[in-house]
């Protein structure tokens, strides 16, 4: 089985690599694609802790991390407010 795409040929067993963050620096989709623009729009094409149909190591890892960044900002901010947050139940995925 192969896959054609921008004209190459992928076959079966490729590794390809996809680089998300070149979605960003787009010159087809931003007229200034190296500037930083806070309000850039439209950004159709970004994803944030992205979802894939497969399995793989790399996707837990972020979200394990990318969680406990959110956990952290939560409860800095619920000890400020005087909050309590109960603790998080441990993912079968994640151990």
Do not use: W
Request: hydrophobic share 35%; glycine share 14%; net charge negative.
């Amino acid at each position: 089985m192969t896959c054609i795409t921008d004209f190459r040929e992928v076959l079966t067993g490729r590794l390809v690599h996809d680089d998300g963050t070149s979605a960003n620096r787009d010159e087809a989709v931003f007229g200034d694609p190296q500037a930083f623009d806070i309000q850039r729009h439209p950004n159709p094409h970004l994803s944030y802790f992205g979802s894939y149909f497969g399995s793989y190591f790399g996707s837990y890892f972020g979200s394990y991390f990318g969680m406990g960044g959110f956990r952290a900002v939560l409860e800095h901010i619920g000890r400020a407010a005087g909050l309590h947050f109960p603790p998080r139940a441990g993912s079968s995925i994640v151990k």
